[in-house]
């Protein structure tokens, strides 16, 4: 067997022996699966939904109307010991002409929490988790009030009334409703049964 020849048997043999290890190291490693981690709930960008609920309430002006007011030199400002607990049921509502405000369609309040207009006299609802309140609400009653303005959530309940039938709440999506609902039922329970509205005078007549 010349020289050469033995070389080229050499080279070959070895190029195998390092082919066949090549291909039992990528067996033997060990099999990569992608793993999709399990998508994490969108909070509109906060870490819980209560936050988010939170939010939603600041930013949609729920404490407008629905936090009695302490009067002070700039103004009324929110009773932060009375939050979203609605219109004081023992307050009565503004001392005004409400003959003359209906016929000329006009709004009044004093406070925010009662309103007065050509629809009567409307007060805003306690939204605490209190029983006089959201105590015993469940979730879908709450995107179901909002949603198709109805009393309590009820179907074949009463109409909303102005204001909060005006307010574009109702565009809201489930998502954030839930977390609007979501933070409410965490907030301080505040016994304040909600005043149910007053007719317009014209319908006494």
Not at 85 to 92: R, V
Not at 137 to 154: C, M, N, P, R
Request: net charge neutral; proline share 9%.
């Amino acid at each position: 067997m010349s020289k050469s020849y033995s070389l080229l048997v050499t080279g070959l043999v070895f190029a195998a022996i390092c082919f066949t290890r090549c291909s039992n190291s990528k067996t033997d490693e060990p099999a990569t699966t992608s793993t999709t981690e399990a998508a994490k709930p969108n909070f509109g960008g906060y870490e819980t939904q209560v936050q988010w609920g939170e939010h939603l309430v600041t930013i949609a002006g729920c404490n407008d109307c629905h936090t009695p007011k302490k009067m002070t030199p700039m103004g009324p400002v929110d009773d932060s010991t009375l939050m979203l607990s609605g219109h004081p049921e023992k307050l009565p509502a503004p001392e005004v002409d409400r003959k003359t405000m209906e016929s000329k369609g006009l709004v009044v309040t004093a406070d925010f929490t009662a309103w007065i207009g050509p629809w009567g006299i409307t007060y805003s609802a306690n939204l605490t988790p209190d029983g006089t309140g959201l105590g015993n609400w469940k979730e879908d009653q709450f995107i179901y009030a909002v949603k198709s303005s109805t009393s309590k959530g009820l179907a074949g309940g009463r109409p909303l009334l102005p204001p909060m039938s005006m307010m574009p709440v109702k565009h809201m999506t489930d998502d954030e409703l839930k977390a609007i609902f979501a933070y409410l039922k965490t907030i301080k329970p505040i016994k304040n049964n909600s005043v149910q509205p007053t007719p317009p005078v014209s319908a006494g007549k």
